[in-house]
C-alpha cells in the first residue's frame, strides 16, 4: 500500500505515519522544516521524507512522484494557524487570510488534483478537519472558515468521485504545538495525544465506511 502524508513532523501526522509505517505502508511524507522532518521519520520504514512547503507547486509534483502509484492514500494534515494572537475576524488582516487558504485549503485540492489519476480503485483521502469548522467559536474565523471550506471540498469530492473514499476528519483537541500556539501561555496538558486519535484514523482508512464528515475519536461508534 502507498500513500501521502503532508505535516508529518510532529504532532498528528507524525503519529499517523508511525503507525501506517508498522503496518507496513511505503510513505512520501513532507514538512517544511527538513532537519525536523528527517529527525521524525528518518528511521522508519518505506518512508521517502520530501522537506518543502505544501502551498509550493513543484514541491507538490515531487510529493506525488515520490508515491508512486497506484496511490492508495493521501492525508492532507499540513496546515496552519494563521495570525495569532487570534484576532476577531472583522480585523482579520486579509493577506495573512489568504495565506491560511492558499496552505489549509487551495495546496490540499491541487495534491488531490495531481493525485487522482494514480489513485487506485478504492483510494482514501483524508483532509485533516477541526470542530472550528462547524461551530463559530470567536477569534477562531480564519482557521475555522479555512477548515470548513475544506470540509465542504471534501463532500464534493466523494459525490464527483464514487470509486473513492473522501473523508473530512475531526481528530478533536490535541496536545500539539498548533494548539500551543492557539493559547499561548496556557497548560495545554490535559488535551490528549496526537496517538489517541490515530486509531479512528487508521479504521477510516482501513475500513469501507462512505465518504463524509467523522470524529477521529468517534469512529468505533460508527462503524460498530
Known sequence: MQ????G???????????????RGWSLAVDARDGDALERAVGDLDGVIAIAGDVADPEHRRRLVEAAGGPIDLVVNNASVLGATPLPLLG?????????????????????????LPRLADGACIVNLSSDAAVEAYETWGGYGSSKAALAHLTAILGAENPGLRAYAVDPGDMRTRMQQDAFPGEDISDRPLPEESVPGLLALIEGDLPSGRYRAREISKVSA
Open 3 to 6: 500513500g501521502i502524508v503532508t
Open 91 to 115: 480585523a482579520y488582516d486579509l493577506d495573512a487570510l489568504r495565506q491560511v487558504y492558499e496552505v489549509n485549503v487551495l495546496a490540499p485540492l491541487a495534491l488531490v488534483q495531481l493525485a
Open 8 to 22: 508529518a513532523s510532529r504532532g498528528l501526522g507524525l503519529a499517523l505515519t508511525r503507525a501506517l509505517s508498522a
